[in-house]
């Protein structure tokens, strides 16, 4: 089970869910706050309509005030109101009088219209309480039902619209997360197939090989202890294979191990095999062989194995090098894999690492992404490319714990 890839996958949909939460409650928190003193406004818009009215209705006011009045407050108001009587009925069926900003249709009876203003009348009364108009004595002598402008209505659509939009968002989102998670473990599975097949292909044939040997030479005692030993290499190396994937997905064990010895070991297996490639290719090892860090061997001499693999196969011409670097900084250690291959495009410098990216025609893009989980999950490193230069070399780093 991959326990750091679900871990990882489980902390994602949370920071989605909460950053789509996030914007979807301060949204609304704001349109609150907007609608809110909107409806102040409109509150104090409306209360200055009374006082309006209380005004006008003073006898020794003059004809001009009422003008200025009517032209500059009672014209501009913009949401609905309707005018009753100190006991909350209607005082006029005519608009501007009686009501303002609620519209019907043309020509209809005067009872109807009195029926559908006494239905507005309620709907108001419920979205506010009616401002009262009082005499100079103080009797209150009108009331003002009044509601929500259309702005304010439409902006109290807007947070359910930005939540809507929102988990939108987090819906894409999501669903983009688990396509990209499942391609790659789709090619992961069929990378970690094919790489048990070649893994295992190799010993095996070999093994095949050593069988038909034994068969013609069996009655020759000194071929068939070669043999014998040349079976228990390839048995040796089947043995690790299979320590290596058995490792995969569960935690392994760590011991203080001296990564220059594991290097060198891994330099000296391919060794006896490049001469099958047909380059001459020089594989070295620098460092202090007493540098020492916490390393599963099994697993961290496949990464080594992925490292000389890559770089052998960006190396195209019959002769290079390929050359590992070891030292220690700031109580890491730090071993830089020189290669002198055909380099990586700058873009794709991040890209290597991922499942299923391969240049070569039939490759699956194993290694490289295999090697990173290695180091960063099971060894709690780091590996990168730390220069590259095209058709002159590439430069990976590892960086480890040291320990002694």
Same mark, same amino acid.
């Given at each position: 089970?991959?326990?750091?890839?679900?871990?990882?996958?489980?902390?994602?949909?949370?920071?989605?869910?909460?950053?789509?939460?996030?914007?979807?409650?301060?949204?609304? /928190?704001?349109?609150?706050?907007?609608?809110?003193?909107?409806?102040?406004?409109?509150?104090? !818009?409306?209360?200055? /309509?009374?006082?309006?009215?209380?005004?006008?209705?003073?006898?020794?006011?003059?004809?001009?005030?009422?003008?200025?009045?009517?032209?500059?407050?009672?014209?501009?108001?913009?949401?609905?109101?309707?005018?009753?009587?100190?006991?909350?009925?209607?005082?006029?069926?005519?608009?501007?009088?009686? @009501?303002?900003?609620?519209?019907?249709?043309?020509?209809?009876?005067?009872?109807?219209?009195?029926?559908?203003?006494?239905?507005?009348?309620?709907?108001?009364?419920?979205?506010?309480?009616?401002?009262?108009?009082?005499?100079?004595?103080?009797?209150? !002598?009108?009331?003002? /039902? @009044?509601?929500?402008?259309?702005?304010?209505?439409?902006?109290?659509? @807007?947070?359910?619209?930005?939540?809507?939009?929102?988990?939108?968002?987090?819906?894409?989102?999501?669903?983009?997360?688990?396509?990209?998670?499942?391609?790659?473990?789709?090619?992961?599975?069929?990378?970690?197939?094919?790489?048990?097949?070649?893994?295992?292909?190799?010993?095996?044939?070999?093994?095949?090989?050593?069988?038909?040997?034994?068969?013609?030479? /069996?009655?020759?005692?000194?071929?068939?202890?070669?043999?014998?030993?040349?079976?228990?290499?390839?048995?040796?190396?089947?043995?690790?294979?299979?320590?290596?994937?058995?490792?995969?997905?569960?935690?392994?064990?760590?011991?203080?191990?001296?990564?220059?010895?594991?290097?060198? =070991?891994? !330099?000296?297996?391919?060794?006896?095999?490049?001469?099958?490639?047909?380059?001459?290719?020089?594989?070295?090892?620098?460092?202090?062989?007493?540098?020492?860090?916490?390393?599963?061997?099994?697993?961290?001499?496949?990464?080594?194995?992925?490292?000389?693999?890559?770089?052998?196969?960006?190396?195209?011409?019959?002769?290079?090098?390929?050359?590992?670097?070891?030292?220690?900084?700031?109580?890491?250690?730090?071993?830089?894999?020189?290669?002198?291959?055909?380099?990586?495009?700058?873009?794709?410098?991040?890209?290597?690492?991922?499942?299923?990216? =391969?240049?070569?025609?039939?490759?699956?893009?194993?290694?490289?992404?295999?090697?990173?989980?290695?180091?960063?999950?099971?060894?709690?490193?780091?590996?990168?490319?730390?220069?590259?230069?095209?058709?002159?070399?590439?430069?990976?780093?590892?960086?480890?714990?040291?320990?002694?």
């Amino acid at each position: 089970m991959n326990k750091f890839g679900n871990s990882t996958t489980v902390k994602i949909k949370f920071a989605l869910l909460f950053i789509g939460s996030l914007i979807a409650l301060g949204t609304w /928190y704001y349109t609150q706050h907007l609608v809110n003193k909107l409806q102040e406004r409109e509150k104090e !818009i409306i209360q200055l /309509y009374a006082n309006s009215l209380e005004y006008i209705a003073r006898p020794d006011e003059s004809g001009s005030d009422i003008t200025f009045i009517f032209q500059n407050l009672i014209q501009r108001i913009d949401f609905p109101l309707i005018l009753t009587d100190a006991n909350g009925k209607i005082v006029s069926t005519e608009a501007g009088i009686g @009501y303002k900003n609620i519209y019907f249709e043309p020509d209809i009876p005067k009872e109807k219209l009195l029926e559908l203003l006494s239905e507005k009348l309620k709907e108001l009364e419920s979205e506010h309480p009616p401002i009262e108009i009082k005499a100079p004595d103080g009797t209150v !002598i009108q009331l003002i /039902y @009044y509601g929500d402008s259309d702005v304010v209505r439409k902006l109290r659509f @807007y947070p359910y619209l930005q939540i809507l939009f929102a988990l939108v968002f987090i819906l894409i989102a999501y669903t983009g997360f688990n396509f990209i998670r499942k391609n790659e473990q789709s090619s992961i599975w069929v990378g970690m197939s094919k790489e048990t097949a070649h893994q295992l292909g190799t010993p095996i044939s070999s093994l095949m090989g050593w069988n038909e040997i034994l068969r013609i030479n /069996y009655d020759n005692p000194d071929k068939v202890l070669d043999i014998a030993d040349e079976i228990s290499n390839d048995l040796e190396r089947l043995n690790k294979i299979t320590m290596r994937f058995s490792k995969i997905g569960s935690k392994p064990e760590l011991k203080v191990e001296s990564p220059y010895e594991i290097i060198e =070991s891994v !330099i000296r297996y391919f060794e006896r095999r490049l001469p099958q490639i047909g380059k001459n290719i020089n594989l070295s090892v620098k460092g202090d062989p007493s540098l020492k860090a916490l390393l599963n061997k099994e697993l961290f001499e496949w990464v080594i194995e992925n490292l000389i693999k890559n770089a052998l196969d960006a190396i195209e011409s019959q002769n290079g090098i390929i050359e590992f670097n070891i030292k220690q900084k700031n109580g890491s250690l730090i071993i830089d894999i020189k290669d002198s291959g055909k380099g990586i495009e700058p873009g794709n410098k991040k890209e290597v690492f991922k499942p299923g990216y =391969s240049t070569k025609k039939r490759g699956w893009g194993l290694g490289l992404s295999l090697s990173k989980r290695i180091i960063e999950n099971y060894h709690d490193g780091k590996i990168f490319v730390k220069e590259s230069v095209i058709n002159k070399g590439t430069t990976f780093r590892i960086i480890l714990k040291r320990t002694i």
